[in-house]
């Protein structure tokens, strides 16, 4: 009785204390933070997309501007960390707990066709964008890899693995018919399998044994000009292990480890250079360039992902400590400029109107938002850096569809013809650099002062959602519409066009409830890898 009666007046204090607190957009009680990074393949690579730990941060104009997308617009609301890629044509492609959404605009998010309707572990995409491969676990019982072979506008499921928990999943970019997934079996043994058919089939290619006692395997990137090479993280004590395979993932050789979680990994577009980044600041960054020793690179940044695209090492970085969430360098990481700063964004595009997912859902959240990001103490604002990259002409709507066309005409003999076909297309700008995110660690927040939610440490989670709001974007179609050419300098919202011509439709919300903040219960970790991932 004195357990029912105690309960009755934590749940009473939860539900005023509820009422008392205002609903910021928290989604998940999380520090503000960001976790990982990619940008679009090829001349999409103006496309750019960040993971926060209150949504997703996208530009259409190589960072000049950026827009807010909340995590109830995605359908992803919590502490799942939703793995996303970018497709030849700029769509944007996220994994979450339902299924697959994509966009164009970022305005508008629905399912895409073939859509499995299941929690996507995991995205990856070959060099052109053109062919993508998600991941459905894991549950060890029907474990599936799905494929696309159109940027991510259909997807049709592939090889099935059962007894298998999926962990990670990458294609490789010069080769997307092979295809490298790794994870677990019963017993928590770690194994490496692998396809050499586009994902219609995959064999097991290591296990325990080959990870030189790691473990775990993280496919961490497979070099973007021999897909023989790839790299996986293996987890060693309280650090871990990067390790490289030459002959397709059957024997490693361990290159490096950090003492703390290896939480960045960077690939050169040459696959000459490799990056990775400590969750220790004394251990930082470090580069090895054309197998040499690695070195400590001269700039001092939290990092908290690492990835390199067209010359361009991109770092999410902590924004209480460093200023800003994202940032650039151009000569390795010795310097690195601000590229993004949570506390200078301006929330959801103009572009996005009120009868889209963003517009509706996410513009009523931003208020509360943006009252979380201002109160963090990072000094005075940073001067934020872009660099010049030439404008897009993206064509028409017709130009559009006629790509896609072509895409699914390419796969009239069956997907390993069509797979074959692009292993020989141009890697020029391989996006195939995995990065790692911050994991939800198992501190315990000692909510003692109610009022001050934020002052929870980095990697605090706080599931206290009362009522979250759900998006169901299901509509069986999501062509998607052309960006505009970049928005002038130092306009903080992305203007992609109101209309995205995604049949997605805003879908049935709910409105959202307050959060109750302040009476919580620690959430337990969530698995080792989403420290050790960027996906």
């Known amino acids: 009785m004195y357990a029912s009666s105690s309960r009755s007046l934590v749940a009473l204090g ?21 976790n990982y990074f990619v940008a679009g393949p090829g001349p999409e690579s103006r496309v750019l997309a960040l993971r926060t730990t209150f949504g997703l941060a996208t530009s259409y104009d190589a960072g000049r501007s950026w827009a807010w997308v909340c995590e109830e617009a995605l359908d992803a609301v919590g502490t799942f960390d939703a793995s996303m890629s970018i497709g030849f044509d700029g769509t944007l492609v996220v994994g979450a707990p339902r299924g697959i959404t994509i966009s164009r605009s970022g305005c508008s998010w629905g399912a895409p066709r073939g859509n499995p309707m299941r929690p996507i572990v995991d995205v990856a995409n070959d060099a052109t964008g053109r062919y993508l491969v998600t991941a459905i676990g894991p549950n060890g019982v029907d474990d599936t890899l799905v494929l696309s072979d159109d940027g991510g506008a259909s997807w049709t499921e592939g090889a099935r693995i059962p007894d298998f928990f999926t962990d990670t999943v990458e294609m490789a970019p010069s080769r997307p018919s092979r295809i490298y997934v790794s994870g677990f079996v019963r017993g928590g043994i770690a194994v490496l399998r692998r396809s050499d058919d586009g994902g219609m089939t995959t064999v097991e290619v290591a296990r325990y044994t080959a990870f030189l006692s790691g473990s775990s395997s993280f496919v961490a990137a497979v070099d973007p000009l021999d897909p023989d090479v790839v790299y996986v993280r293996s987890a060693a004590g309280f650090g871990t292990m990067l390790l490289r395979s030459d002959d397709g993932g059957r024997t490693f050789r361990e290159l490096t480890r950090t003492d703390d979680q290896m939480v960045g990994f960077a690939l050169s577009d040459d696959g000459g250079t490799v990056w990775v980044a400590s969750a220790s600041p004394a251990e930082g960054i470090r580069r090895s360039v054309r197998g040499g020793p690695f070195t400590r690179v001269a700039a001092r940044v939290t990092a908290r992902c690492l990835r390199q695209h067209g010359g361009v090492l991109y770092v999410c970085a902590d924004e209480a400590a460093d200023g800003y969430l994202l940032g650039s360098s151009i000569d390795g990481g010795d310097h690195i400029d601000p590229l993004f700063s949570g506390r200078l964004l301006n929330g959801v595009s103009p572009a996005c109107g009120a009868t889209t997912q963003v517009g509706m859902v996410c513009g009523p959240l931003w208020p509360a938002q943006r009252a979380v990001l201002a109160a963090i103490d990072a000094g005075p604002p940073p001067v934020l850096v872009t660099r010049d990259v030439p ?4 064509g028409s709507d017709a130009t559009d569809d006629a790509a896609r066309d072509v895409s699914d005409a390419s796969d009239a003999g069956g997907a390993s013809d069509a797979l074959d076909v692009a292993a020989a297309a141009d890697v020029e700008a391989a996006d195939v650099s995995d990065v790692s995110d911050v994991s939800d660690v198992s501190d315990v927040m000692a909510a003692s002062d109610v009022s001050d939610v934020m002052a929870a440490s980095d990697g605090v989670t706080i599931d206290a959602q009362a009522d979250a709001v759900t998006i169901d974007a299901r509509a069986d179609a999501a062509a998607v519409d052309a960006q505009p050419d970049a928005s002038v300098a130092g306009d903080r919202g992305a203007t992609p066009p109101v209309d995205d011509g995604c049949a997605c439709g805003a879908g049935p919300t709910r409105a959202p409830g307050a959060w ?5 219960i620690a959430l337990a970790t969530r698995r080792r890898r989403r420290a050790e991932r960027g996906r």
């Open 14 to 34: 939860v539900a005023l204390l509820s009422a008392a607190l205002p609903s910021p957009s928290l989604a998940n009680g999380r520090f503000p933070s960001s």
């Open 516 to 520: 109750a903040a302040a009476m919580v």
């Open 391 to 394: 404008p897009i002409d993206r």
